[in-house]
């Protein structure tokens, strides 16, 4: 256990940082159009087409909470003895969201494969943003054990 929280926290770390800025999809329209944008892209994208209020709910759900979850759950790992003990409730309830990007995602490729117009491809952007979910969950549930174990 004294192992596992750095490695899953490092893992879910690199992962959200990957699945920021590798493609989260391709989508190919028309045989011959191709796009493949990463998160960052697309919170980009909204904020130049002037979408402020989609890019920023996006760039708040999406990138803000997830970075801010893992740098909290860094600072109980890493803040000392005892420091397990401060896990704020509020941290548990921000894990029933974090799969809401994933789940969005896939309803959009599933829109486009089912509307033929357009066809979608999950690319490793979306497995890492997925994997980071997972792994930001596993993490705080081996902090919570340990803080049960230590008490």
């Known amino acids: ?3 596992a929280v750095p490695l899953v926290l490092l ?3 690199l992962s959200l940082g990957f699945g920021l800025v590798l493609p989260l ?3 190919e329209r028309l ?4 796009d493949e944008p990463s998160l960052l892209r697309i919170v980009g994208d909204l904020w130049a087409n002037e979408e402020m209020l989609l890019a920023a709910i996006i760039a708040l759900f999406s990138m803000a909470l997830p970075c801010v979850k893992l740098a909290l759950l860094h600072v109980i790992a890493y803040g000392g003895p005892g420091n397990t003990e ?3 409730a509020w941290l548990g309830a921000l894990s029933n969201w974090s799969m ?7 309803l959009v490729i599933f ?3 089912t509307s033929g ?3 979608a491809i999950t690319q490793p952007g979306l497995w890492f943003f997925a994997a980071s979910a997972l792994l930001t969950a596993t993490a705080l549930t081996l902090l919570k054990r340990s803080r049960e174990t230590s008490s």
């Open 11 to 13: 893992a879910a770390t």
């Open 25 to 27: 999809v391709r989508v």
């Open 31 to 34: 045989y011959f159009l191709t």
């Open 117 to 119: 117009l357009a066809t």
């Open 100 to 106: 809401l990007d994933v789940m969005l995602v896939a």
């Open 1 to 3: 256990m004294r192992f």
């Open 111 to 113: 829109a486009a494969k």
């Open 86 to 88: 401060r896990i704020p």
